[in-house]
């Protein structure tokens, strides 16, 4: 999918989880106020936690969408990264205070004891964010956009929660530390995927080595330009999420002039860009030199 299709998917998928989220938090509140249960009105703020999260989204995506400038030749693309990294720590934070939380109740033997509405909010709950989450996955996954992504794991960050609650709700009365294990066990995993979703940002900050897919590809469509083989190597690529750059190396013939190696590296750009949607910019060598 093209990026002004990211972009749109990302606005749709920060107000959708804003609005749901908002009606959500206010209907978690009101069962915890009712209910006098703490857990549920943790739960809420938790919830309104994720509405900060996608706004987080929305003001990076149109951030993102803004054209190349003179300071910003690449454009601002990276913003996409630089908001699902924001968007990990949040989800660190919360994975931290659920952790926290957890390992207190267990230490003071605290169990909860919840009424019939909880327990219907609650359901309510998991359903809704877990809904939010493959929404948002579904979305990730045909754009490429690790922001929503970023977002569909705290969608799914409190669906978990609410699990916790759910299962604390049937079992308390039954082993008083239910509770406290399984949000210390949550709580690993979301640090785990916050580990992931801030390691694949960072990755692509960075800068990625091709896929060896992308290499065969223009190797084959560089071979079929020029069949005597240029030994393409040295491959990098630089992702600015609203376009790509890609660097390599070609080994032409000595005798060739300045201006037929120009032209061979030209051509070869011009079919990168036309067959690839890749911007690539080719440091021509002589045939047999190697890199020490």
């Not at 005798?255 to 590296?265: D, K, P, T, V």
């Amino acid at each position: 999918m093209d990026y002004k299709s990211s972009k749109k998917a990302g606005f749709a998928e920060g107000v959708v989880s804003v609005v749901v989220n908002t009606l959500l938090f206010a209907l978690k509140y009101w069962a915890g106020i009712v209910t006098g249960s703490l857990a549920i009105v943790a739960d809420a703020w938790h919830t309104m936690s994720d509405s900060i999260s996608s706004l987080v989204l929305i003001v990076a995506t149109a951030l993102s969408a803004r054209k190349p400038d003179k300071k910003h030749p690449f454009g601002h693309g990276r913003w996409e990264q630089i908001a699902a990294i924001f968007i990990g720590i949040i989800l660190a934070i919360i994975a931290y205070d659920f952790l926290k939380d957890s390992i207190l109740r267990l230490k003071e033997h605290t169990s909860v004891t919840f009424g019939t509405l909880a327990i219907v909010v609650t359901c309510i709950s998991i359903v809704v964010k877990e809904g939010l989450a493959q929404y948002a996955f579904r979305l990730a996954r045909k754009t490429g956009n690790i922001a929503i992504k970023a977002d569909g794991w705290h969608h799914r960050s409190d669906a978990l929660s609410s699990v916790v609650v759910l299962i604390g709700i049937l079992l308390a009365k039954y082993f008083w530390w239910m509770d406290s294990v399984l949000g210390i066990i949550i709580a690993l995993m979301l640090f785990y995927a916050t580990y992931t979703i801030i390691k694949e940002a960072i990755t692509k900050i960075l800068g990625e080595e091709p896929s060896d897919d992308i290499i065969k590809k223009i190797n084959d469509a560089v071979t079929e330009m020029y069949p005597e083989g240029l030994q393409l190597h040295h491959f990098h690529i630089h992702n600015y999420v609203t376009h790509q750059e890609m660097t390599f190396h070609i080994r032409l013939r000595g005798e060739l002039s300045l201006e037929e190696s120009h032209s061979i590296a030209t051509a070869i750009e011009n079919m990168v860009q036309e067959r690839f949607d890749i911007t690539s910019t080719i440091h021509v060598e002589p045939l047999g030199f190697e890199h020490p």
